[in-house]
Structure formats: C-alpha cells, structure tokens
C-alpha cells in the first residue's frame, strides 16, 4: 500500500533527528507533506533537505522552541503558509533529563520537563486547531511514553510530565467532538527505542551499546528494544484515514511489557 496520506499536511514537532526523523520521512514518503519543527534549526534543515532530495517540495524546516507560546504562533501560521494548510499536528518533541529522585528534584527541573513535555502539547493544540478546522479531517498525534503509565524511581519529573500529555490528549479527543470538529486526537507510547534518548543508559552501561541494550530489554517479553520506524509507523497510521473512528485511544509500542 502507498500514499497512505496522500495530500495531507503534517507539522512534527522535534522531527530534525531520532523519532521525528523517522516519522517525517515516512509521512513525505506516503505522500504527506511535511513541516519539520525543532529547536536545531541546523539539522531540521538538513533533513527537510534530505527528504526533498527523494520528494521533491515535500519538506520544510522551522526553528521551534516548543515550550514558547509566541514561536508556536509563528511555526504553525508559516507551515500553514507554506503547505498549503494543516491536517496533521505530531506532538514529538520532548526531553528526558536524567533519574532524579524527588528529594533531589528541584523545581527549575520540574518545570522545564514539564515546559517542554507537556505546556507544548497545550500551546501548539490552542494555535494550531483554527487551522486544523479548515482542512477536515485532521489528526493530532501525542507522543507520550510508557513512562506516562508505567512509574520508576528516579523518573518522578518524566512519568508526570508523560502522564499529563496522555491525559490531555484524551481531553483534547473529547473538546473535538463535542465541538462537532472530525479532528482526532490519540496518544503513542514507545518504551526503549533505538535513538539519541537512550545515551544515558549507554553512558551507564560504560559506553556499551550492546550492554545498555540488553539491560533494557530485560522487562519487555519480546525480549529487544525498539527501532524508530515501529513508532513511525503508528504515527502513520493515526495520521492517515484509516484510522477515522479511532480518537481518545493511546497505542502502546512496549513490545508486550504493559501485558506483564
């Protein structure tokens, strides 16, 4: 199956590398256009090149500090501009910062995770819907994290922060309908997947990949972790009309660890 999503116009958030990267790329090869937004202005450049090298006028990059209301403003009006509309919103940006237990935890912490986590979720919805409206039918993609809904020691700012975008992406979900709007709002939630994320684990494990690896795999019964394209790929369908029934759902890529 191709052109998944032919024709639609999709803006993600932290898209210069790692998981964005990957969704980006599967989005333009499926037929998307797409708006790539990251606080490296540098490397979203160089992908949305990239990408433009094998579809040809698909791709755009933006500098974009998520937790900035004003930059949200900017972003979404330019992509908008420069798309044609917007039909597609991946909330993907976001950060990890470390284990730090709560008696260590200080709130300049708390509120960048937070900042950065979850307000972006909050802003880019509030300026990006009046656009959505006007190219029906449209989807919005939360990444979250089965941090959101798993808790670990260590992990109080992330787990939070994860488990508040799940949550709003159900309220968002539930404001559309009502409204009567057909934008859908669902949320994906990777565990370990092969990306820049999982550096500190490596750095843990003495710099050994393989190591680190096999550490975290341990507690998901497919017994690896997971590759960039597994998330991709849910984004792409979220993203697509085939999906048109589904919204206030979250889709677990854990490779069964939820089901323990």
């Keep these: 199956?191709?052109?998944r999503v032919e024709g639609k116009k999709a803006l993600i958030t932290g898209a210069a590398q790692g998981l964005g990267e990957a969704m980006a790329r599967m989005?333009?090869?499926e037929g998307a256009k797409v708006a790539i937004s990251d606080i490296n202005f540098e490397l979203a450049k160089a992908t949305a090149a990239l990408?433009?090298?094998i579809h040809p006028g698909q791709a755009f990059a933006y500098a974009h500090d998520v937790a900035s209301e004003d930059d949200w403003i900017r972003v979404v009006e330019q992509a908008n501009a420069d798309m044609g509309g917007l039909s597609v919103l991946v909330h993907n940006a976001g950060i990890g910062g470390g284990l730090k237990w709560i008696e260590e935890c200080d709130l300049d912490h708390w509120r960048h995770m937070a900042g950065i986590n979850t307000d972006s979720i909050m802003l880019g919805t509030k300026?990006?819907?009046k656009y959505l409206r006007e190219n029906q039918p449209g989807s919005i993609v939360v990444i979250s994290s089965m941090a959101g809904v798993l808790a670990a020691p260590g992990m109080g700012a992330y787990n939070a922060s994860k488990a508040a975008a799940w949550l709003l992406s159900k309220t968002i979900a539930l404001e559309c309908a009502k409204m009567g709007w057909d934008i859908r709002c669902n949320s994906v939630h990777p565990v370990f997947i092969k990306t820049a994320i999982l550096d500190p684990f490596i750095a843990m494990a003495g710099g050994d990949e393989a190591k680190a690896h096999e550490r975290l795999s341990r507690g998901i019964p497919m017994g690896r972790i997971g590759e960039p394209d597994d998330v991709a790929y849910a984004v792409l369908y979220l993203a697509s009309d085939e999906s048109k029934f589904v919204t206030?759902?979250?889709l677990r890529i854990d490779g069964g660890m939820s089901a323990q």
């Design 127 to 129: 300026h990006a819907l």
């Design 1 to 3: 199956m191709t052109g």
């Design 51 to 53: 990408i433009n090298e």
């Design 27 to 29: 989005l333009a090869r």
């Design 248 to 250: 206030g759902a979250e």
